[in-house]
């Protein structure tokens, strides 16, 4: 195997991406319910003469659908991590399409992570070359832990090579 060949081959790869416990069939029901809802108590109001509250409880339903299609939007965002024995590559993709890559050398990056004693892992950035890059921010607990395990151990394989 050609010795730049092998410094090329990834060490670690990730892809990070937020996770939403509430799919689309699991929406649509949701929101089917709340519409529903609303609908039967809009005619409670309607029959006892008080048809201006009707308006109200349909502009709620579009409320939550709105913050539902954002929190939606928002999950499209994504972080694509890899490590060489030479290139230490972040690509964060935002919930537009927008992406921006960043790239450090593996033996001058310095992986920090932040801890509270309650929560665990609060924040995990790549440092070096006088930049700091923030990666899983949108990661829960249990996700920032395993992942900072795996990174950490790729990152120190990276280095020791």
């Keep these: 195997m050609d010795e730049t060949n092998a410094a090329d ?17 699991g929406f649509a029901i949701l929101m089917g319910v709340i519409g ?23 502009l709620d339903v579009l409320l939550v659908y709105f913050a539902f299609k954002m929190n939606y939007r928002a999950a499209r965002a994504r972080e694509e ?22 790239l ?18 609060t924040r995990m950035a790549v440092e070096g070359q006088g930049r700091d890059v923030t990666i899983g921010s949108f990661l829960n607990p249990d996700d920032r832990e395993s992942f900072a395990t795996a990174f950490g151990q790729a990152l120190a394989t990276a280095k020791s090579r």
């Design 9 to 25: 081959e990834p060490i670690f790869s990730a892809l990070l991406t937020p996770h939403r416990s509430l799919g689309p069939r």
């Design 36 to 58: 529903i809802i609303s609908f039967a108590i809009g005619l409670l109001f309607w029959s006892i003469g008080a048809w201006p509250i009707v308006g109200f409880f349909g």
């Design 81 to 102: 991590v890899t490590v060489t024995r030479t290139r230490l590559d972040i690509r964060k993709i935002a919930p537009s399409g927008r992406g921006e890559t960043h």
């Design 104 to 121: 450090f050398n593996p033996f001058w990056a310095k992986f920090a992570v932040s801890r509270h004693n309650e929560i665990g892992i």
